[in-house]
């Protein structure tokens, strides 16, 4: 678990080779865990929404969290092109996701899939 977690942050801008799926759903698991629990901590502490800004420091905030989920997208983007390799296909199935509701459902489908001998490059 934790070694997944550790290679998700090291490939962070490898848009290439591939990811088990063990390697993906993983860090999709700890970082939905991670997010819940540091917007709560963080809503407890403000009082109030994190969308809400009252201040500097409520802006600075907003500020830190749209810095962070930016860097948290990158990441999950080039783990699903190295998961989508790893089953075969395109990087560009990706763009799947475009069809409401059954491209979502779709998407979750190659990310279930198993391994294939020879990955695609």
Do not use: C
Not at 16 to 32: D, F, H, K, L, Q
Not at 51 to 69: A, E, H, Q, R
Not at 92 to 101: H, R
């Amino acid at each position: 678990m934790f070694k997944s977690y550790k290679k998700f942050w090291q490939n962070i801008f490898n848009f290439s080779g591939t990811a088990s799926r063990s390697e993906y759903w993983w860090p999709v698991i700890i970082n939905w865990i991670l997010a819940f629990i540091l917007i709560h901590l963080v809503e407890s502490l403000l009082g109030h929404s994190i969308n809400d800004i009252y201040t500097w420091g409520d802006w600075s905030i907003k500020t830190s969290s749209l810095i962070i989920s930016f860097v948290v997208w990158i990441a999950m983007l080039s783990l699903r092109f190295r998961r989508l390799h790893d089953s075969n296909h395109s990087a560009w199935w990706i763009l799947i996701m475009i069809i409401p509701i059954i491209g979502d459902i779709w998407f979750v489908i190659l990310m279930l899939l198993p391994s294939k001998a020879n990955n695609y490059d």
